[in-house]
Nanobody
Framework: QVQLVESGGGLVQPGGSLRLSCAAS????????MSWYRQAPGKERELVAAISSVGGSTNYADSVKGRFTISRDNAKNTVYLQMNSLKPEDTARYYC??????????????WGQGTQVTVSS
């Protein structure tokens, strides 16, 4: 079955860095776009970054552009989120996400359990 397992979260001071990892299994990782979302308390879940199947295309939320970098290693079935210059407003639970498309109108979506990132002094 599909599994997405995030790791790398923690407590960091403003201006610090963290690197999140998401280990994927149960599907052909190299053929799917992978995404990171986050959800802060009392707020809706939002897209942070996404990367195409071979990593040639990425997109970011405006709030993280220039600070976060998404990457992937298809040999390791893992997607990463490097977060630099962290701000208190980056505090949230971060989730890995994939949409698996079986047919033009048939798809399934999967989320990891999330990893908590807290930015505080």
């Amino acid at each position: 079955q599909v599994q997405l397992v995030e790791s790398g979260g923690g407590l960091v001071q403003p201006g610090g860095s963290l690197r999140l990892s998401c280990a994927a299994s149960g599907f052909t990782f190299s053929t799917y776009t992978m995404s990171w979302y986050r959800q802060a308390p009392g707020k809706e879940r939002e897209l942070v970054a996404a990367i195409s199947s071979v990593g040639g295309s990425t997109n970011y939320a405006d709030s993280v552009k220039g600070r976060f970098t998404i990457s992937r290693d298809n040999a390791k079935n893992t997607v990463y989120l490097q977060m630099n210059s962290l701000k208190p407003e980056d505090t949230a639970r971060y989730y890995c996400y994939v949409k698996l498309i079986a047919a033009p109108s048939a798809y399934s979506t999967y989320w990891g359990q999330g990893t908590q990132v807290t930015v505080s002094s």
